[in-house]
């Protein structure tokens, strides 16, 4: 029998920020989460998202041993937004199908009992921090921010009944290799036209510019299925943390007569210095950290965001061009550009055209409660 309980007090918490840890430590490409930031991502006074959305965490316990964890939200701004009346789920771990059907079991009895027609997941806790359950691409570990998952996890979601609402794709390229022919002509081409000078977005200027940042990135989301443009707390709490690893070599800004345009921002893939470390600051996780310099080589791209009036495809090979060539030049060696919506023809086709490769795919998946 199991047994679904809500989360009560400090050793509850505690347990069911340790479970994934226990669950996939023998996964290879699983890397550990430092788990300070995990903590904080679930306390309410540390992550501002819990402001507009009400959660439970609940873990399934199998006589006296937890078999698993998922957390139920209910985002009053994402259905304010989106006139949606849907929950969704996160952070969900299930050592087997049954763990599985329990817990998502009890998030649906949850969002019924609020009055919700679906629940939506898994969002970690939505679409500006982590989204999808991995169901390709294996293989390989990853990259910063992005899940990671066992495979069995796909047939125990469809096997509780929930289907397919919207695949994220993430795309891999060789950073040397640079862009295509005619990604490179059309970059050309557009920074003559537009009168654009490409420079680096430095630290102070990313504190400085935070607001501009946050138009910038909500700009380049507003017409993405889904998209609820975070509030300005969410924002600059997700600012400091990203400026805390910002390599500036990493970060370009657009300009037309000294006005930023648009931006386009990868981060180092300090996953690569966190990898078996058990998620652990100390001993071995925080001197990894401050010698990322030699171990990471490859980073994330995170935003290529232009302001509307200037968002025209030519611009945005410009700033993926540019940014290849900056992490060219900082020694880099390959670059993941995650997640892309699968219906986003305006980045995914001249991403692949630039010679990227579509490597793994994230599902987030839909059940309707009736």
Known sequence: MIDVRPVHGARDFRRFVAYPYQRNRRDPHWIPPLR???????RPHKNPFFDHADHALLLAWRGTAICGRIAAFDDRLHNHTHADNLASFGFFEAEDADAARALLGAVEAWARARGRAHVRGPLNPSLNEE????????????????????????????GAGYAKVKDLYAWICDVHTGAGTTVQKVAARFRRRERVVIRPLHAREFAAQVDRLRLLYCGAWEQNWGFVPPTDAEFRR????????????????AEVDGRMIGCAIALPDINQALKGTGGRLFPLGLARLLLRGWIVDQLRVLLVGLL?????SGLYALLWHELQQHADAAGYRRAELSWVLEDNHNINHPVEQAGARRYKTYRIYQKALV
């Not at 300070?36 to 679930?42: F, V």
């Not at 169901?135 to 910063?144: A, E, K, T, V």
């Not at 509307?308 to 025209?312: I, S, V």
């Open 36 to 42: 300070i930031a995990e903590r904080d991502r679930l």
């Open 131 to 158: 989204a999808g359950l991995l169901i390709d691409g294996f293989d390989s570990d990853p990259m910063l921010l992005m899940p990671h998952n066992p495979p069995e996890y796909a047939s125990f979601l469809e």
């Open 238 to 253: 997700v600012a400091a943390d990203l400026k805390l690893i910002l390599d500036p070599r990493l970060a370009i800004r």
């Open 308 to 312: 509307p009036e200037h968002r025209k």
